[in-house]
């Protein structure tokens, strides 16, 4: 006699790897797009990179298109089912255009500035809109502390 078995069950632990959102203020300045991806995921507990860009302003001051350019970068934990508190620390590269102090040129300084953020995030292990808001504090230039906070609205798939 021979027998066979076959059983099947529902992966459970299914979640979105993947998530697109707006930030207004933030680590990114006044406004940015971002996209973030998991890249490891225990029960509830998520660690994810983040990318984004940002401008300031999109002409200089002699009306020229040369953009101030923006790169928020950073690791993000954050623990929960649905609500989550989320943890961040990472770098914003900033390309920004200012005067040449001798012939008053337009001139691109490159400036990286670390952040830390923690926050509060709305966001569905199987995909959907994602809510998230925190509290920013920003290192600019590696020297001066700026208090910033950020909130967030995008679709995680």
Known sequence: MISHETLSQKDSTHFTRNLI???VAGVGGYGSVNYERVIYSKKYLMLAMRF???SYHIKDYTNKFNPDILIPLSINGFYGKNH???LDVGQTFANI???DLSGFKPERITNFHTN???GYRYQKNT???VFRCA???IIEFNRYFR???GISFGYSF
Do not use: T
Request: hydrophobic share 45%; no cysteine.
């Open 147 to 149: 208090h910033w906070a």
């Open 116 to 118: 830390f953020s923690v």
């Open 135 to 137: 509290y920013n504090l």
């Open 127 to 129: 995909g959907g809109i």
């Open 52 to 54: 984004g860009m940002s």
């Open 97 to 99: 255009v200012h005067a």
């Open 84 to 86: 989550k508190i989320e």
């Open 21 to 23: 959102y707006l930030e």
